[in-house]
């Protein structure tokens, strides 16, 4: 073997101090861990594709606003639990001006990221009927939805849409919904970890099974807007951010300001029920909390459980942002089109070196640049692809961890910066030149 960045000896010590069997079962979190270890023992500076955090500034409208809040006295006083009114004014209207949906503000609800806006509504949708106990995962997906199902203690079942696109979805969803215990669908759309995009006609589909095996679908918006290949940028006009929402009325939408706004370190986004949904009475939900309609339930149990409610001084940044955007005085996509930037230039250096990309499509259409990405390299497993990574001083996850089928890594772009891409080319080109057949 040529002599590596990274030699061997450091990288087999690592991942045997954190007693990691397989990098395939490692969490995202244990990634970060081994990478950092393994960049202090070696001094080699890391590609860091493994995590998926902002890597641009917060969006300056909310970090004022958040500052004039706290100045003005909010830290000491409880927030609404439904959410500060305008902020759920101003989320009703971003939701109208950029899915061209209707959701009364009422609601739309503050929650301590998307994170805790999908454990509400797991532990809600449990809730609501003794013969359906399970969620079913559209996967590749977000392992820390499955970690919430885990610490719970809650069913979950799951496949890989890789082979089920377009109409073969509808059999593959049945199969699940026609045994009966399903009570919520979920899925990103952008896709974490593949960055696929559901089509309006697989959307349609979902909807159309979701009513008719009454089924909620919990729609996980993390990465609004951000399929660069569509302008989804400006309100109140063609074309808008596909969802779920034109094809049911059993939805749930959440959306993060972790990635849009940049603001992840606040812990802020926003669950949006249908109207229909949250005023829908459930009689085993009123026998287990006491309380019979969907959106109390959320609010006045699950939420009010978790955490009494979302940041005061982070709702008034949001509902800054949120008119700002509304008011058309920023675009919210043009900083992230830094991402668009990264992950054409990276995707071009694993494609020139052998590498391929695994999900590389929306059925006859590419895969657009954003976010992540997803990559194989022949004859390696996605484990055995990420450890020889590992020796060139490039973390990733491996695809297994998402729930996928297939042999590969997820690639994250937002921490690579444009002065590092001459770096990632150089190294993969040894890579290249090392396992080339
Ligand atoms: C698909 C998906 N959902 C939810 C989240 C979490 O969002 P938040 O930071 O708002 O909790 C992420 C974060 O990476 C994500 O990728």
Known sequence: MNQTPVKNHIIAQNIQKLELKSLDQASIREIVLLANNIQNDSGVPFIRMEMGIPGIPA???G??????ALEAGVASQYPPIEGVPEFKQQSHLFIKNFLNIDIAPQNCI???GAMQGTYAAFLTCNQLNQHKDTTLFIDPGFPVQKQQHMVMGHRFESFDVYEHRGDKLKEKLESFLSKGNIHSITYSNPNNPSWICLTEEELEIIGTLADKHDVIVLEDLAYFGMDFRHDYGSANKTPFQPTIANYTDNYVLFISSSKIFSYAGERIGIIAISDKLAKRSYSTLKNKWNISNFGGAIIYRALYSLSSGTSHSAQCAITSILKAVNDKKINFLDNLDEYRHRASVMKSIFLDNGFNMVYDKD????VGDGFYFTISYPNMDGATLLEALLHYGISAITLKNTGSNQEGLRACVSHVNRD???????RIEQ??????Q
């Open 59 to 61: 969006v300056d409208e």
């Open 63 to 68: 970090v004022k606003a958040q500052i004039n």
């Open 110 to 112: 503050p929650t301590v």
């Open 363 to 366: 059925l006859e259409k590419e």
């Open 420 to 426: 590092q891409l001459i770096v990632l080319r150089e």
């Open 431 to 436: 890579f290249q030149s090392q396992y080339r």
